[in-house]
Nanobody
Framework: EVQLVESGGGLVQAGGSLRLSCAAS????????IGWFRQAPGKEREGVSC????????YYADSVKGRFAISSDNAKNTVDLQMNSLKPEDTAVYYC??????????????????????????RGKGTLVTVSS
């Protein structure tokens, strides 16, 4: 059974930093895409970032480019999201999400996640990030 467990959320002041981590287990795929989307209270889901396991290519929403950095450890099946220069509008529940990749379609899956906050196969329960002004 595939499981995704997020950690690292919390309360931070605007301008501060947080690092989210996601531990993925229960799969042994050669290629996959893993990333994050978020959902603020009363708002639609928003794709945040994604990384392709095959070549490490990263993808970011325009709203977080230059402030967030995604990284992964394929050996450990973990993905981190370093969030800097946080703003109150970054307040949301952040979900780790994972999708299996076939035929080198990692870029397609990651692009879909960032563009639509959808298109993956599994997600975690989420971790809350609150940024105070």
């Amino acid at each position: 059974e595939v499981q995704l467990v997020e950690s690292g959320g919390g309360l931070v002041q605007a301008g501060g930093s947080l690092r989210l981590s996601c531990a993925a287990s229960g799969f042994a795929w050669d290629d996959y895409a893993i990333g994050w989307f978020r959902q603020a209270p009363g708002k639609e889901r928003e794709g945040v970032s994604c990384i392709s396991s095959s070549d490490g290519t990263t993808y970011y929403a325009d709203s977080v480019k230059g402030r967030f950095a995604i990284s992964s450890d394929n050996a450990k099946n973990t993905v981190d999201l370093q969030m800097n220069s946080l703003k109150p509008e970054d307040t949301a529940v952040y979900y780790c999400t994972l999708g299996r990749v076939f035929y080198n379609s990692g870029s397609y899956r990651c692009s879909s996640l960032v563009r639509t906050a959808d298109g993956m196969d599994y997600r975690g329960k989420g971790t809350l990030v609150t940024v105070s002004s």
